[in-house]
């Protein structure tokens, strides 16, 4: 039987040294996959002072939930990142990390029991710290330039069904006109300001340039995961219009 974490769910603690003082009130939940080759190793370098890296939680692929750092303090999980005019994503979230190899070492589907465990989490931590849908993210959203985790593989819809994170069913992939890196004009700006609306960091330029790309690619890997190219179809565009549709404060 396991002690009880912040959340009041069955767990154990795994102390890491890797955290310190929140700058500001909580609002974010962070997923991410570990992207190491066995959990044990992803628990080593998350709790090695060394590594500099730790996280709240691990939730292991038998759905066992560990915690590493109290909910009160920050965990060093997001590293460069940003969400809606926000650059320490650290102070303002609580970071999941579910033990997957990820896509440098065998990325593969999350088994149902570790997902449940992560619902169960997540739901919890939301309706404590009253995280809006909109706000339970993952790494790759806040670090679209060199993070794809948790992958296209991590199953948002059926989270979203369990009353955490916000989804739509995404517009289905077909022909017509798309935009791509080169690509420029006013089209490509309302692009971007669609995708800046929503939360990503996007300097409305005209220029469909890495950067754009790069957030195109992260909204699919989140939205639209049967095709995670960067490359802005119709599929894309209308499932980002449709999201923003269902944001309480942008609808």
């Keep these: 039987m396991g002690v009880k974490t912040d959340t009041g769910l069955p767990a154990r ?12 009130e909580i609002g974010l939940l962070l997923l991410h996959y570990t992207g190491m080759t066995s959990g044990e190793e992803a628990l080593q370098r998350l709790c090695d002072p060394r590594a500099e890296v730790s996280a709240h939680y691990v939730v292991d692929e038998d759905g066992t939930i560990l915690q590493l750092v109290p ?12 969400w809606k005019g926000e650059r320490d994503i650290n102070s303002r979230s609580i ?12 990325y593969r589907p999350f088994p149902d029991a570790q997902v449940q465990s992560v619902i169960e989490l997540a739901r919890d931590i939301c309706a404590r710290h009253g995280i809006a849908p909109q706000d339970v993210l993952g790494h790759s959203d806040v670090a679209p330039d060199r993070k794809e985790d948790p992958g296209e593989l991590f199953p948002w819809d059926r989270l979203a069904g369990a009353g955490v994170g916000l989804h739509v069913p995404p517009e289905p992939v077909s022909g017509g006109r798309f935009f791509q890196q080169g690509d420029g004009g006013q089209p490509v700006e309302a692009l971007q300001s669609m995708l800046a609306l929503y939360g990503f960091e996007m300097p409305i330029t005209g220029v469909f340039d890495e950067r754009t790309r790069a957030a195109v690619a992260a909204f699919q890997r989140h939205h639209r995961r049967e095709r995670v190219d960067g490359i802005a179809d119709m599929s894309t565009i209308a499932t980002l219009h449709r999201l923003l549709q269902k944001v309480p404060q942008l609808g």
């Design 13 to 24: 603690l795994r102390p890491s040294p890797n955290h310190n003082e929140r700058s500001g």
């Design 71 to 82: 909910e009160s303090r920050r965990a060093w999980h997001a590293g460069r990142s940003y």
């Design 95 to 106: 970071g999941i990390e579910i033990v997957n190899p990820g896509h440098e070492n065998g």
